[in-house]
Structure formats: structure tokens, C-alpha cells
């Protein structure tokens, strides 16, 4: 079961890794271009709109990024012992039944939820109104 528990967290911080550069990518590239409107769309959308676009991207960005390595790690942590914890604390309270079993489902999804919302709200109800959303 280790080797699993091993290659789970190799591939979970291949994934981080490999996305996160790739929002890098993309983010350098709106940066580069943001002040230059496709040729395609120069008569429809103005300079300054386009500008307030990239920058949006770019913001929209950086919080995807956080959002990533923060899902990372909390996948690391379930894996590093994380399900076993919450597991045995349900066990110890809740008889074996199926009511355990949903708790536990109810119990990581709330963990998982709580670990975004930070995120969720910041996105919400500081960048879209930045942005005049």
C-alpha cells in the first residue's frame, strides 16, 4: 500500500508542477500581449477593454494558482494520513454502519470545501468587483 501512497504523491506533485507552469506560461503570455489588441478583434473591442481583460486574466490566474497548491497539498496530507485520522475519529464515535460510511463522505467533502472557500470568496467577492462585476 505504501508504493501506492508514493506514487500518488509523485503524480499529485507532477500534476501541481506541470500546471502551475503552464498558468506561468499562459500568464506571461496575456502580460506580453495585453496591450495589443488581436487583429481579429481591433474593431469590436477597444484597447483599454482589452487591457481590463488581461488583467483579469492575470488576477483569475494567480488565485488558480494558490487554489492548486493548496488542493495539492491537502491531497498530500489525506494521503500521509489524512483519511486514516478522520477515519478512526468516526470509527470511534459512529457504530459501524452506513451512517459511517456517509459521515465519512460528509466529512471530506466539508474539509475539501472549507479548503476552498477561502479561495471562492476572494474570486467572488474581491476580484469580480475590482473588475466591476
Given at each position: 500500500?505504501?508504493?501506492?501512497?508514493?506514487?500518488f504523491?509523485?503524480?499529485t506533485?507532477a500534476w501541481?508542477i506541470?500546471?502551475?507552469y503552464?498558468s506561468?506560461?499562459?500568464?506571461t503570455f496575456?502580460?506580453?500581449h495585453r496591450d495589443t489588441?488581436?487583429?481579429?478583434?481591433?474593431t469590436t473591442?477597444?484597447p483599454?477593454?482589452?487591457?481590463?481583460?488581461?488583467?483579469y486574466?492575470?488576477a483569475?490566474?494567480?488565485?488558480?494558482?494558490?487554489k492548486?497548491?493548496?488542493e495539492a497539498?491537502?491531497?498530500?496530507?489525506?494521503?500521509?494520513g489524512?483519511?486514516n485520522?478522520?477515519?478512526?475519529?468516526?470509527?470511534?464515535?459512529?457504530?459501524?454502519?452506513l451512517t459511517?460510511?456517509?459521515?465519512?463522505l460528509?466529512?471530506?467533502?466539508?474539509?475539501?470545501?472549507?479548503?476552498?472557500?477561502p479561495?471562492?470568496i476572494?474570486r467572488?467577492f474581491?476580484l469580480?468587483?475590482r473588475f466591476g462585476f
Amino acid at each position: 500500500m505504501q508504493l501506492l501512497v508514493a506514487i500518488f504523491i509523485v503524480a499529485t506533485v507532477a500534476w501541481t508542477i506541470a500546471s502551475t507552469y503552464l498558468s506561468l506560461r499562459q500568464s506571461t503570455f496575456v502580460q506580453d500581449h495585453r496591450d495589443t489588441v488581436p487583429v481579429d478583434f481591433a474593431t469590436t473591442v477597444a484597447p483599454d477593454e482589452h487591457r481590463r481583460a488581461a488583467e483579469y486574466t492575470l488576477a483569475g490566474e494567480r488565485i488558480t494558482r494558490s487554489k492548486t497548491v493548496t488542493e495539492a497539498a491537502l491531497s498530500v496530507a489525506w494521503a500521509c494520513g489524512g483519511i486514516n485520522l478522520l477515519y478512526g475519529t468516526l470509527a470511534a464515535t459512529i457504530p459501524q454502519s452506513l451512517t459511517r460510511g456517509v459521515a465519512f463522505l460528509i466529512a471530506t467533502g466539508i474539509v475539501g470545501t472549507i479548503a476552498g472557500l477561502p479561495f471562492r470568496i476572494y474570486r467572488t467577492f474581491r476580484l469580480e468587483r475590482r473588475f466591476g462585476f
